[in-house]
């Protein structure tokens, strides 16, 4: 079936550091492609997305590439600031339902 | 304000006790979900609906149920037979010919 696999955290940088976090897939087709962000004690936010190979998506600072070929959508953020502290999910759709395969989710500590 | 409400934000149960959960939505989307989050893991489906009146079981069904009476609404009820409730609830929902799903705040239930 679907599956996600995601970088495991945590993940701990100084302040204006680079970030990046790996996800890779297996999926029948090419699926859309989600990371999501959840911050302490809070839901999930849609960071960014993709809908297919090639797409970049982009949101806040942070991207992410559809990469077809190795089938992964790694997270990057050039310079990362306190208030990026959270724990991110990488997710893609498992039928045309809308069902959520997630990763584990990577905490990102983001220290001054 | 547009959005998913969940609540209460934080609920407690006796072991023994049925205990149900809020989502109401005034986004107007057919589809909704109930996820279950434990700690260091990804979110697991509980049961999702695409339409009134009809729902399915998700991966974890066992010891939840759910009803469907109105397209805002789709409230989760824990009941005693849940072996290991404690958890982080939530419910997020998906307009129709969409990809991306958008959640509440979520429920934190904790057996006392």
């Known amino acids: 079936g679907d599956s996600v696999t995601q970088m495991e955290g945590p993940v701990t940088l100084s302040e204006e550091a680079f970030l990046t976090i790996n996800c890779t897939y297996t999926a029948t087709g090419y699926p859309s492609l989600f990371w999501y962000v959840q911050y302490p004690g809070e839901g999930l936010q849609l960071l960014l997305k993709?809908?297919?190979?090639?797409d970049k998506g982009s949101n806040k600072g942070f991207e992410a590439t559809y990469r077809k070929e190795t089938t992964s959508f790694h997270l990057e953020k050039g310079s990362v600031q306190v208030s990026d502290s959270a724990v991110y999910f990488c997710?893609?759709?498992?039928?045309?339902?809308?069902?959520?395969?997630f990763g584990a989710g990577t905490q990102v500590v983001v220290t001054p | 304000d547009g959005g998913i409400t969940q609540s209460p934000k934080y609920l407690f149960r006796k072991e023994g006790q049925n205990v149900t959960l809020s989502c109401e939505q005034n986004?107007?989307?057919?589809?909704m979900y109930w996820y279950r989050q434990d700690p260091g893991q990804g979110l697991r489906l509980i049961y999702y609906?695409?339409?009134?009146?009809?729902?399915q079981k998700g991966d974890i069904a066992e010891g939840y149920s759910v009803s469907r009476e109105k397209k805002e609404s789709f409230p989760l009820t824990v009941t005693s037979a849940q072996k290991n409730p404690t958890a982080f609830y939530l419910c997020a929902a998906k307009a129709d010919r969409t990809t991306e799903a958008f959640f509440g705040q979520g429920t934190r239930l904790t057996v006392v």
């Open positions: 986004l107007n989307h057919d589809a």
């Open positions: 997710a893609l759709p498992t039928d045309s339902w809308g069902k959520l395969q």
């Open positions: 609906s695409q339409i009134v009146n009809d729902f």
């Open positions: 993709a809908t297919k190979a090639d």
